[in-house]
């Protein structure tokens, strides 16, 4: 088992930044492929970024390349989800995953992620 907490949500101005937070603990060598997910009221959860833990090659959609950057620091077991020039469409919960055992490919489907955090609330005013 892999358990993940998420830190760093908050209220924010439009055009502000944040840095998300994600503790990795457990069983955490057996997971390398970690991710940002994102879920609006009515909406379906949304991919965000993912990261290799091991090779530090990371996948982001078109729509959010420039603006946000995923990173890890392996030594902490954290990784984090740095925003930048926040926009109100980007209000949503922000979710921290992580892929199962032997899975190395970087996705953007959320069924592929085996284990999840509780999620923080990213509220960013216009």
């Known amino acids: 088992q892999v358990q993940l907490v998420e830190s760093g949500g908050g209220l924010v101005q439009a055009g502000g930044s944040l840095r998300l937070s994600c503790a990795a603990s457990?069983?955490?060598?057996?997971?390398?492929?970690m991710g940002w997910f994102r879920q609006a009221p009515g909406k379906e959860r949304e991919f965000v970024a993912a990261?290799?833990?091991?090779?530090?090659?990371?996948y982001y959609p078109d729509s959010l390349k420039g603006r946000f950057t995923i990173s890890r620091d392996n030594a902490k077991n954290t990784m984090y989800l740095q925003m930048d020039s926040l926009k109100p469409e980007d209000t949503a919960v922000y979710y921290c995953?992580?892929?199962?055992?032997?899975?190395?490919?970087?996705?953007?489907?959320?069924?592929?992620?085996?284990?999840w955090g509780q999620g923080t609330q990213v509220s960013v005013s216009s």
């Open positions: 995953a992580a892929r199962g055992r032997s899975r190395f490919r970087l996705s953007r489907v959320v069924d592929d992620y085996e284990y």
């Open positions: 457990g069983r955490t060598f057996e997971t390398d492929i």
């Open positions: 990261i290799s833990w091991s090779r530090g090659s990371t």
